[in-house]
């Protein structure tokens, strides 16, 4: 008889989070769970501080466990043969599974205590009876092909599996509440949605957009970025502003070098009343200090002044090189760098002023009608969930 994979083994992370808060996680996880995998027929079990996706089309397998790799709060996965919790049934299947040849270790952890033999005496076992049966199979400890584990569960099932494969880490999004992404279209926004979503938020996310100066293709790259967070940070309503109106006011009325600067106001405050609409309590940026001359502390000032809102800025420490790694891991960076100019670009003054002054910046914004901006703004934005 030939045997096939039959369970997934899904080992949650940073499970010392107690009481309460275990039980919230869990949950969320476990719903995260079944919402990425439900095109798919599978059963999702949880039991004893772990799930397992059981009952999938072995075809499928390959793709579930791409999903699964991608879901934040998965500390480590690993595919399995379930075998109901007896010697006999036990030493029958690893006989069919096991490769044979090549150094092995069998590693045995008992959870349930009442299999007649210590996880030492059954690995010994184990192993004895292997080599009886292939003689091109020898013992290593340390240095071996591979590792048979056998996990003797309390839910009266043994696992057996050769791998443990890394999942994607972090908290389940939607444990640590929601925020709002300043998306632009460039590199880093897309990474610094990646990297809070890890942290267990839900993301919108809000692009601010410059039509005509800006195509309907650099719209379709924002739409591409989302798709892709999508996969890590599940569904995301993404809020498209149009932005030309309050850029073209402030062109006309304030001095080139506070563009951006009062240009990043008027993003903090239309993303702060999406945000509120939204039950969203942070905004988040992709600035890194010093990347360009609007990325300085005094920017950051007047920028933060425009909002009552926390900003969250998780690249605030990256470098360039650093960014675009995990920009290449998570699949954005080849959409990012697809050749279409965002509104910063189009309105971007030859001399912006690297230490801008908060007095200055709300003295030229007196020659704005600032709420009436943003209302229009907020009041046109339209909404598209991915
Ligand atoms: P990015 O690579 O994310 O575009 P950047 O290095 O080009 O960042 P800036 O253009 O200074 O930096 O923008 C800083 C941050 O402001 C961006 O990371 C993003 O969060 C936000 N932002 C800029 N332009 C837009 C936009 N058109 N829509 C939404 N957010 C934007
Ligand atoms: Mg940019």
């Known amino acids: ?70 879901i934040f709060g998965i500390s480590t996965i690993s595919q399995a043969y379930k075998v109901s919790i007896d010697v006999d049934s036990i030493k029958n299947v690893v006989m069919n599974v096991i490769p044979k040849e090549g150094t092995f270790r069998v590693t045995t952890k008992r959870a349930y205590k009442k299999f007649p033999m210590t996880s030492m005496e059954f690995s010994a076992y184990l192993g004895a009876e292997i080599l009886k049966k292939f003689n091109q199979l020898s013992v290593n400890l340390f240095d071996y092909d591979f590792n048979l584990n056998i996990d003797i569960r309390e839910n009266n099932f043994a696992y057996i599996f050769f791998e443990t494969i890394k999942g994607a880490g972090g908290l389940p999004v939607g444990t640590s509440g929601k925020a709002s992404l300043l998306l632009s279209g460039g590199i880093d926004s897309p990474v610094a949605g990646f990297m809070i979503a890890k942290r267990g938020v839900q993301l919108i996310a809000i692009h601010f957009y410059s039509f005509p100066y800006t195509s309907e293709l650099a719209l379709l790259k924002v739409k591409d970025l989302v798709k892709k967070l999508s996969e890590y940070a599940k569904k995301i309503d993404l809020f498209i502003v149009p932005f030309t109106k309050i ?17 990043r106001r008027f993003m903090m405050r239309i993303a702060e009343k999406i945000s509120k609409n939204n039950n969203s309590e942070a905004i988040v940026t992709g600035e890194s200090l010093g990347q360009v001359a609007s990325q300085t502390i005094p920017s950051i000032i007047c920028t933060d002044n425009a909002t009552i809102l926390p900003v969250l800025r998780p690249l605030i420490a990256f470098d360039k090189t650093e960014i675009i790694d995990i920009a290449n891991d998570i699949n954005t960076y080849d959409i990012s760098i697809r050749p279409f100019q965002d509104c910063c670009t189009v309105f971007v003054p030859q001399k912006p002023a690297i230490k801008p002054k908060l007095d200055m910046v709300k003295k030229f914004e007196n020659e704005l009608d600032i709420e009436a901006l943003v209302n229009d703004a907020v009041a046109m934005t339209t909404i598209e969930s991915f």
């Open 1 to 70: 008889m030939k045997y096939n994979v039959n369970c997934i083994i899904i080992r949650p992370g940073e499970l010392f989070l107690k009481g309460k808060n275990k039980f919230l996680f869990e949950n969320c996880l476990f719903n995260n769970i079944k919402d990425a995998l439900k095109e798919y027929e599978a059963t999702i079990l949880k039991s004893q501080n772990r799930f397992y996706v059981e009952k999938f089309n072995l075809s499928n397998l390959n793709d579930i466990l791409n999903i699964l790799k991608k």
């Open 247 to 263: 850029q073209e006011n402030i062109y006309k009325k304030c001095p080139d070098s506070y563009m951006i600067t009062i240009m």
